[in-house]
């Protein structure tokens, strides 16, 4: 594959969805461990927003994707209008942005909208690298991604490099300490924990690319 299409783009939205609201129970256990318990819920709600947007409104070929995600995102903000579902909605936007016009979303602006996504939650959550946020996967597999294509690689290589680098990033947060968000109000609580929003990250990335 060297382009992903419209119907691609829909598929793949409504497998995130799905894999969102299948997660509720974990993300709960794990911000449990760290915060207040309701990231699960969150996510959820956010998820079965996504799932809903992309059965109700088709996406067919020369279709705008960039609006798409955009309408998508906002559908996951209002149905989780908290910090999670916020960061969510605010990676879809920015990368519907950086498509706008777009009818098919070929490497170099599939990078593009990767980092995108990045910036955006880095700048609406304030946290960057190290943080112990979905910051720590995403920002590592947007850099993995981009770099594969830099180098030739074609679009399954940088989707793998991607995902191998989002998961060695929210591994690599587990023994840190949090620094932002609720999760940092306790402190030395949430070391040796993984961060589900970390967690969160790999799994949707798993879900676009069916694993």
């Known amino acids: 594959m060297t382009t992903v299409t419209a119907s691609h783009v829909r598929e793949a939205l409504r497998r995130v969805g799905d894999r969102m609201v299948a997660l509720r129970e974990r993300l709960n256990d794990l911000d449990a461990a760290m915060g207040d318990g309701d990231t699960g819920i969150s996510v959820s709600k956010g998820g079965a927003a996504l799932a809903e947007f992309s059965n109700a409104n088709p996406l067919n070929d020369g279709d705008d994707i960039g609006k798409y ?25 920015r990368m519907g942005k950086e498509a706008k016009g777009a009818s098919s979303l070929d490497a170099t602006l599939l990078a593009r909208m990767l980092a995108a996504a990045d910036t955006g939650i880095q700048e609406r959550g304030k946290a960057k690298p190290g943080d112990k946020t ?37 591994e690599a947060a587990t023994p840190l300490r949090s620094n ?13 924990k993984p961060d589900p929003g970390a967690v969160l990250c790999v799994e949707i990335l798993e879900a676009l690319l069916k694993v």
């Not at 720590?136 to 680098?165: I, K, N, T, Y």
């Open 69 to 93: 995600l955009a309408n998508a995102g906002m559908a996951l903000n209002r149905a989780a209008p908290s910090t999670m579902g916020t960061l969510l909605a605010t990676a879809l936007m």
């Open 180 to 192: 932002v968000g609720r999760a940092s109000w306790v402190g030395e609580r949430t070391a040796g």
């Open 134 to 170: 979905i910051v720590d996967a995403l920002h590592p597999a947007a850099e993995a991604f981009a770099a594969a294509v830099e180098r030739g690689e074609d679009l399954s290589q940088a989707a793998r490099a991607m995902l191998e680098a989002a998961r060695r990033g929210c």
